[in-house]
């Protein structure tokens, strides 16, 4: 079942030096259970896209097009009014149907950094407790009882006492926990994790990502993946969307998108991806800076990076093409074409990825 659907949108942010196009004809799929990723460089557009679908962008940003289309499964009271099985474009909400409606209750987000996404002035317990008193007008023993339930859940050890701490007590792993159990409080359908290993040591980062895994098997959670960290992505995620100056420009399947990748700046990211069994002492960095979105794009806005280029990329934007054999597989670029020249990936990345079949 389709739980979030993102059809041809299009986001811009009015700045001093004009308007920026951040988002370009984005499109994307959600499944009950599902979990996906959205990878790319910083600036990409990855968190303006799922900021978008919790309603939280910045004041100077506009959704120019498109629509953010959530089904609903449940009616969670008389006051919400909305019947099973309804879709409603998140797009054409007000502010306050989306704090009522979609926020924290439907849709919630893990931050990147929790010391930012927790209050200083207030205890763990209260901070777990908000959402639930403020959506549900729960009394406050029972949201004590369920925050206890949370924090057992996301793995924190003494959690009666735990309740009572302020995050500067906590360490980075443990702020982060708190993070997901109040994301988790009002029981949503999808979990938004944007970049939430990022701040951690890499003992923790595996930690958080299983306990990721284990609540989504339990709560039968949707989750959406934002990351620029593409050994995250293979522990975790069903499918990849490839992302790349706010338009996705490769989608499909985790094995389609490591082992068979198809576009230049995919083969470009897992090629810069670090690999203990390498015998080049230098690690690969693709060429070039990401495109100024305040200027007008012409053509394949790759295509000053990519050495593969073709003349018409530099005069047409290249529609998604389907990749033979596959209907989950799909390329933004011109070299997918039937009468385009073939082009075979670099063969120090066809070894890698013989390496990583192997193990």
């Known amino acids: 079942m389709k739980i979030l659907e993102i059809r041809d949108l299009h986001i811009s942010f009015k700045t001093d030096n ?11 799929d959600l499944n ?39 089904t609903w499964e449940d009616d969670y009271s008389e006051e919400v009014g909305k019947i099973e099985g309804k879709t409603v474009d998140i797009v054409q909400l007000t502010k306050e149907e989306l704090q009522r409606d979609i926020r924290g209750r439907k849709i919630a987000m893990v931050f990147q950094d929790p010391m930012t996404s927790l209050n200083p002035t207030m205890t763990i317990g209260m901070q777990v407790m908000e959402p639930m008193l403020y959506n549900y ?42 993070v997901i159990a109040i994301a988790l409080s009002c029981d949503p359908y999808v979990l938004i994790c944007d970049e939430p290993t990022t701040a951690l040591d890499v003992t923790i980062q595996a930690k958080i990502l299983e306990l990721i895994k284990d ?44 082992y068979d990748p198809q576009h230049p700046y995919t083969w470009g990211l897992l090629s810069a991806m670090p690999d203990l069994d390498t ?27 990519n050495k593969f280029a073709l003349n018409i990329d530099y005069r047409l934007e290249p529609p998604m093409f389907d990749v033979e054999g596959s209907n989950t597989h799909k390329v933004a670029s011109w070299l997918m074409h039937p009468n385009a020249p073939k082009i075979e990936m670099p063969k120090e990345l066809k070894h890698k990825i013989a390496k990583m079949l192997d193990n």
């Open 18 to 28: 004009g308007k920026v196009r951040a988002i370009r004809g984005v499109n994307l």
């Open 32 to 70: 009950k259970g599902e979990t996906i990723a959205i990878v790319g460089e910083s600036g990409s557009g990855k968190s303006v896209t799922t900021k978008a679908i919790m309603g939280i962008l910045a004041g100077n940003g506009v959704i120019e097009q498109g629509s953010i289309n959530y």
């Open 279 to 305: 015998d080049d002492s230098i690690l690969y960095t693709i060429p070039g800076s990401p495109p100024n979105l305040a200027k007008e794009v012409q053509g394949d806005v790759f295509a000053p990076r």
């Open 137 to 178: 007008k729960m009394d406050k023993e029972h949201a004590y009882q369920k925050a206890l339930e949370l924090l057992e859940l996301v793995g924190i050890t003494n959690a009666k006492k735990r309740m009572k701490c302020y995050p500067h007590q906590l360490s980075g792993g443990m702020r982060q926990r708190i």
């Open 215 to 258: 609540i989504q098997k339990k709560k039968d959670l949707s989750v959406i993946y934002i990351t620029h960290d593409l050994g995250v992505v293979a522990k975790v995620a069903d499918y990849v969307n490839v992302m790349y100056a706010g338009k996705i420009v490769e989608t499909g399947t985790i094995d389609e998108i490591f």
